[in-house]
């Protein structure tokens, strides 16, 4: 069998910042591209340190914390690192010597940032014929009123209407606990990229593929807008309810903030809910005998669901319910996805192990969420320092001679350490727990990780 | 102008609701040729609303129509021995199959990948499912609400003060979907260098859970772990209730502090405690008090364009009317109008994302149950009239 990956063979000139495109760029380089990170030496990526930067090993900084932090290396395991300063006209005369030997270039800037530069999709493709350029802006390249807006997932969840319709029922509109739209703009620059490079194979012909995050975030809203759009109705928010389901929702479990969720979809299931609650009789209670009413009296059936499982584990009430049938979990936290039995079954979080001088160890991290039979796909190596690989492509793909490279070092279009980067001190991980930042801290976490 | 980077891809979408339905249209967004397998009695995402005027009938429904968009339609029974050999012969024409069924099915009806891959060595398919073709949990039902709880994003979604929260509608679904097209395109591409195809298992709650990019790896460096935000304290970066609406702020953009404070027109603000994160953590309940003091009386438009000429990053809570009469949207051409031969013209949310060599194109609408059947079984598979008849009276399609 081979080993040739997907994108063996591949290279992308990763030039993007925060979760959205860095995410794509690490799934690539687990599929086999060759791809190249590029920061800025005062421009580094702000998940090195910033507010979406994670944890650092140990919760110890340490000398290059720029390099160790959590959320960093998860989104850029597997790349090289090579600094430019795009401001400078020379670090954007390296940048154009790149796209010539690159096929694919990922950037997220606001849309007048590449053209200010000389950098955009039609500059590109004079430098190299073929190229892949993919752009990810908040709203979307053009002359539409929003498209130069600055954006990030936090505030375009609102706007993209993701808020509107999530919320405790009664309560304000709410956001997702975590960057929603920003996967979607990952996964839809994954399937484009995969797209074009194939149509390239067959025509020879590169293209530019324009994100705007804005529209991933509606297309996901679709049903209602259909409803908005055929029946000028504005649905409100559900809750944990759903439109026909009855019960559903999230119960309490035995334990300190344990939870199981169930959704009940025929009399079938309301029965056999009402059997294991041991309360068979309330299956022909006229309030809940069926499925119209049930939802009419949802409130009165949560207290009761809510009196039988919070006597329950959470797990045992999941393996009672699914062996009767009901679509029923645990809500399940950071620490659970990796001591979940059925997720390390199927291999979800892969371990990657650090050479020594990083002190950082063996950590484990979320691969890629499909398996492909007969493609051996992993995290291929750790996410690089910063500069790490500036030799590598500055003298060995570029073959610049090597003081030049030095010249380069000394005027500051590259470096191994960033400029004027300082980190906000953090409160030790219990103060982080009675600030509510972190609803738990578990010392024995390595233990439990054999790291 | 080729119909998309996706031309000449064939492809059988077998599965049913949302997920595997979605990854199936976005393929056909992007080119791809695909004819959709229903049993006779219909994808039972035909069943569920909203509905054209509130009508439930099987071809009214207006999710199934966007689920199933640029496809061509036609009705087979797997569980018949006619019904799987004429499903063989398809599997000869296509590239990929997309399907849905628990885990098991189809090698119970003796259609398991290696049986198809034997057919048809290129062949990809993509398996999208609750938990995955593997594990302890691969045969448990799912529901939108078990992707969110058993995928980690609940447990930080909602207030620690109460319980946790679903995402509204089918974000998980999507997700998947979404995702199933994305490996079946790199699935495609490897299968142009090596010949070969490959199964592909997507669990869809593996895919939710594939976004716990800050929380798990934190875990994992340094065994915090993330709940639900305190529900005082907190409101920047959460949605506030303004004059006509609901507006959301966030710092990190191009604006530092002082330009924020001055924004709001609290002077209030640009105390020196508020100016770091840790600082607006610590004073979250007084900065909670100056904020919404500060958007109460101001309308949530002035204060969304006025924010984005300061580059700060703002957002408004909008709702579907909202996004169906956005300008910025109109100007991306992101809806389409579509003709259906039942429900008429209607426009549909359509451009995932634009590409410059093949602008996306809406082909036709979703199939009607049966739509193409004489066109696929007597022009595909060269069966006559008559045959296609039999097929029908035998309940086969």
New interface residues.
């Given amino acids: 069998m081979?080993q040739?990956?997907?994108?063996?063979g591949v290279r992308v000139l990763d030039s993007t910042y925060v979760?959205a495109l860095p995410?794509t760029g690490a799934l690539l380089a687990d599929?086999g591209a060759e791809v190249i990170k590029i920061e800025g030496p005062g421009r580094m990526d702000?998940t090195r340190g910033?507010?979406?930067s994670?944890?650092?090993?140990?919760?110890d900084p340490g000398e290059d914390w720029w390099n160790r932090s959590?959320?960093y290396?998860?989104?850029n395991r597997g790349k090289k690192s090579l600094t430019l300063d795009l401001s400078t006209p020379r670090g954007r005369a390296l940048f154009a010597e790149l796209v010539k030997v690159s096929d694919v270039v990922m950037e997220n800037y606001t849309p007048r940032v590449m053209k200010g530069w000389g950098l955009d999709?039609p500059n590109l493709r004079r430098l190299r014929p073929d190229i892949i350029m993919v752009s990810n802006t908040g709203?979307?390249?053009?002359?539409?009123?929003?498209?130069?807006?600055?954006?990030?997932a936090?505030?375009?969840?609102?706007?993209?209407?993701?808020?509107?319709?999530?919320?405790?029922i009664g309560g304000?509109?709410?956001?997702?606990?975590?960057?929603?739209v920003d996967?979607?703009a990952s996964?839809?620059a994954?399937?484009?990229i995969?797209?074009?490079?194939?149509?390239r194979?067959?025509?020879g012909?590169?293209?530019?593929?324009?994100?705007?995050m804005?529209?991933?975030g509606?297309?996901?809203?679709?049903?209602?807008?259909?409803?908005?759009?055929?029946?000028g109705?504005?649905?409100g928010?559900?809750?944990?309810r759903?439109?026909s389901?009855a019960p559903?929702?999230?119960y309490?479990a035995r334990g300190k903030?344990q939870?199981?969720?169930l959704?009940v979809?025929d009399d079938e299931q309301w029965r056999a809910l009402c059997a294991l609650m041991g309360r068979p009789t309330l299956a022909s209670d006229p309030r809940f005998a069926d499925s119209l009413s049930r939802l009419k009296n949802h409130a009165a059936l949560d207290d009761i669901i809510a009196q039988w499982t919070s006597q329950h584990d959470r797990y045992d009430l999941m393996h009672r319910l699914?062996a009767v049938?009901?679509?029923?979990?645990?809500?399940?936290?950071?620490?659970?996805?990796?001591l979940?039995?059925?997720?390390r079954?199927?291999g979800?979080?892969e371990d990657v192990a650090y050479p020594p001088e990083r002190g950082i160890g063996k950590?484990?991290?979320?691969g890629?969420?499909?398996?492909?039979?007969?493609?051996p796909a992993r995290i291929q190596g750790p996410a690089p320092r910063l500069g790490e690989h500036n030799a590598e492509v500055l003298l060995g793909l570029l073959g610049l001679p090597p003081e030049e490279v030095r010249g380069l070092e000394e005027a500051g279009i590259i470096a191994q350490a960033p400029r004027d980067a300082h980190l906000?001190?953090?409160?030790p991980?219990e103060e982080?727990v009675r600030?509510?930042?972190?609803?738990?801290?578990?010392?024995?976490?390595?233990q439990r990780?054999g790291? | 102008m080729p119909t998309g980077p996706l031309e000449g891809v064939t492809i059988l979408d077998l599965s049913q609701g949302i997920a595997g339905p979605f990854c199936a249209r976005l393929l056909a967004d992007y080119g791809a040729d695909v004819v959709k397998v229903e049993p006779p009695g219909g994808d039972p995402l035909r069943r569920v609303g909203p509905f054209y005027g509130d009508d439930p009938h099987p071809e009214k429904s207006l999710f199934f129509l966007v689920m199933n968009l640029n496809k061509r339609g036609i009705t087979l029974d797997l569980e018949t021995a006619l019904g799987r050999r004429l499903f063989l012969e398809l599997v000869r024409w296509a590239d990929v199959v997309v399907e849905s069924f628990p885990p098991g099915y189809l090698s119970r009806l003796g259609l398991d990948y290696s049986l198809l891959s034997g057919i048809n060595p290129r062949l990809v398919l993509t398996s999208i499912t609750p938990f995955g073709q593997s594990g302890p949990y691969s045969g448990f039902a799912g529901e939108e609400i078990v992707f969110y709880a058993m995928g980690g994003i609940m447990a930080i979604s909602g207030t620690s003060d109460r319980e946790p929260l679903k995402h509204g509608g089918n974000q998980a679904q999507y997700e998947a979907g979404l995702l199933g097209a994305a490996a079946t395109a790199v699935a495609l591409l490897h299968a142009d260098a090596t010949g070969g195809g490959q199964h592909l298992d997507i669990s869809i709650t593996e895919v939710v859970a594939s976004t716990m990019v800050v929380h798990q790896p934190y875990y994992a460096f340094s065994g915090g772990i993330h709940g639900r935000r305190p529900p005082k304290g907190t409101l920047l970066g959460n949605p506030m209730p303004c004059r006509d609406g609901w507006v959301i702020l966030q710092t990190g953009g191009g604006a530092t502090w002082e330009e924020i404070a001055d924004f709001l027109g609290k002077p209030e603000l640009r105390d020196l405690k508020f100016a770091t994160q840790e600082g607006r953590r610590v004073h979250g309940e007084e900065l909670d008090a100056l904020l919404l003091e500060a958007v109460k009386d101001r309308g949530r438009w002035e204060l969304f364009h006025g924010a984005a000429e300061r580059r700060i990053l703002f957002g408004i809570v909008q709702d579907a009317k909202d996004l169906a009469e956005c300008p910025q949207l109109a100007a991306r051409g992101f809806y389409r109008e579509v003709e259906h031969p039942v429900i008429g013209p209607i426009r549909v949310p359509a451009v995932l994302c634009n590409m410059s060599l093949t602008p996306y194109t809406l082909r036709r609408p979703a199939p009607l149950l049966g739509q193409h059947n004489v066109e696929i079984y007597c022009g595909l598979l060269g069966y006559s009239r008559q045959d296609v008849v039999r097929m029908r009276q035998l309940g086969v399609i």
């Fill in positions: 081979t040739r990956l997907p994108f063996s979760f995410y599929l702000v910033g507010v979406w994670g944890a650092f090993p140990e919760n959590s959320t290396n998860l989104l999709y709203y979307g390249h053009g002359d539409g009123p929003y498209s130069h807006y600055p954006a990030q936090t505030t375009q969840e609102a706007t993209h209407g993701h808020c509107a319709v999530t919320g405790y304000p509109p709410s956001k997702a606990g975590q960057s929603f996967f979607l996964w839809t994954l399937f484009a995969a797209a074009a490079l194939r149509l194979q067959r025509t012909q590169g293209q530019w593929i324009d994100i705007g804005y529209q991933c509606v297309m996901f809203l679709s049903e209602f807008l259909m409803d908005y759009i055929a029946n109705r504005v649905a928010r559900l809750g944990n759903h439109p389901r559903q929702g999230v309490p903030d939870w199981i969720v959704s979809g699914q049938g009901i679509p029923a979990g645990p809500v399940l936290n950071a620490r659970d996805l990796h979940d039995p059925h997720y079954a199927r979800f979080l950590r484990p991290l979320i890629r969420p499909w398996k492909a039979s007969g493609v906000e001190p953090r409160p991980a982080m600030m509510g930042i972190l609803a738990e801290w578990d010392p024995l976490y390595r990780l790291i």
